[in-house]
């Protein structure tokens, strides 16, 4: 679904990307530094997925949300489009999909 938004930095600027229903299990940071690996985004998101996931046996918490994706920015926001959860810029942020 092609959707466009009001950037939230900017209310005056409108950003048109692509909007994904979703669960949402939860985030974590990492440092990488300089121009990492492919081998060493790979054990990132192995890290990533590991600090996020459930053990096994336990129920796996998540919310439905919206993912926008603009060739600017990824949002992560609640189902009405009204709060915005998270804004990253593509040049700073990974994402792990299943």
Do not use: W
Request: overall charge negative; hydrophobic content about 40%; charged content about 20%.
């Amino acid at each position: 679904l092609t959707r466009t938004i009001v950037d939230p930095e900017n209310s005056s600027v409108l950003i048109e990307g692509v909007l994904f229903r979703c669960r949402y299990l939860g985030s974590t940071q990492l440092l990488a530094e300089g121009n990492p690996t492919k081998a060493s985004r790979m054990m990132q998101a192995q890290e990533a997925v590991g600090r996020i996931k459930a053990p096994q046996g336990e129920s796996q918490p998540s919310v439905e949300v919206d993912l926008f994706i603009s060739t600017e920015k990824i949002m992560v926001l609640n189902t009405d489009l009204q709060d915005i959860l998270m804004d990253h810029s593509l040049r700073s942020i990974s994402y792990i999909g299943k």
